[in-house]
Each structure stands twice: as structure tokens, then as C-alpha cells.
């Protein structure tokens, strides 16, 4: 069975910096792309950052390009999101998701995780 779980979120003050760790279990995880999701309350669920199983192909919503950065550690079965420079519009719960397709829509994911918080304070 295929797990999947978040960790890292937590509260930062805007301007501040987290590292969120998602680690995927129940099959082999260099062989899947690895994208991060995010949902704010009353919003929907939007795409934040996506990566290859090679590590050779990342996406990330034109909004978040500079601030966030994706890898992955393959060794370690982990995929990793950096955080900077972090605004209030960023809290939201943060979704790893693990799938055969590289992409921005997640119907390309097969597999979530259960989210991390992250809230940032003005």
C-alpha cells in the first residue's frame, strides 16, 4: 500500500522560511513524479510545484517561481519544497502527491498525502 506523508509545516512570521519533507512509501519512488499541492480555507486546491522522477523536469506555478524551490532525494525516498520569503497569502494546507505523469494537474497524481499547515503571520 502506498503512503504518503507530509511534514514541516508550522508557523513562520511573513518574510520567514520552511522546509516541508514529504516521504512516500509502498513503491518505488524514483520512479514516480512528485508534486505539491495547496489549498487555502475557501479556496480551491491549487498547484504549486512538481518534479520528475529524474529530478530533470520541475514545474512551479508562475506565481511561486523564485520563492519556492522543489528536489527530491531519491536515496532517501523524500521529496523536499523550500519556502522563502513567505507571505500571509501563502497559508494553506500544503498536499504532497505522488504519480506516474509530471504536471501541474493533479489528476496526474494518484496517490496524496494527509497535508501540513503552514500559516504565515503578518
Known amino acids: 500500500q502506498v503512503h504518503v506523508q507530509e511534514s514541516g509545516g508550522g508557523l513562520v512570521q511573513a518574510g520567514g522560511s520552511l522546509r516541508l519533507s514529504c516521504a512516500a512509501s509502498g513503491r518505488t519512488f524514483s520512479s514516480y513524479a512528485m508534486g505539491w499541492f495547496r489549498q487555502a480555507p475557501g479556496k480551491e486546491r491549487e498547484f504549486v510545484a512538481a518534479?520528475?522522477?529524474?529530478?530533470?523536469?520541475?514545474y512551479y506555478a508562475d506565481s511561486l517561481k523564485g520563492r519556492f524551490t522543489i528536489s527530491r532525494d531519491n536515496a532517501k525516498n523524500t521529496v523536499y519544497l523550500q519556502m522563502n520569503s513567505l507571505k500571509p497569502e501563502d497559508t494553506a494546507v500544503y498536499y504532497c502527491?505522488?504519480?506516474?505523469?509530471?504536471?501541474?494537474?493533479?489528476?496526474?497524481?494518484?496517490?496524496w498525502g494527509q497535508g501540513t499547515q503552514v500559516t504565515v503571520s503578518s
Open positions: 502527491a505522488t504519480g506516474l505523469g509530471v504536471g501541474v494537474r493533479g489528476d496526474l497524481y494518484d496517490y
Open positions: 518534479i520528475s522522477w529524474t529530478g530533470t523536469s520541475i
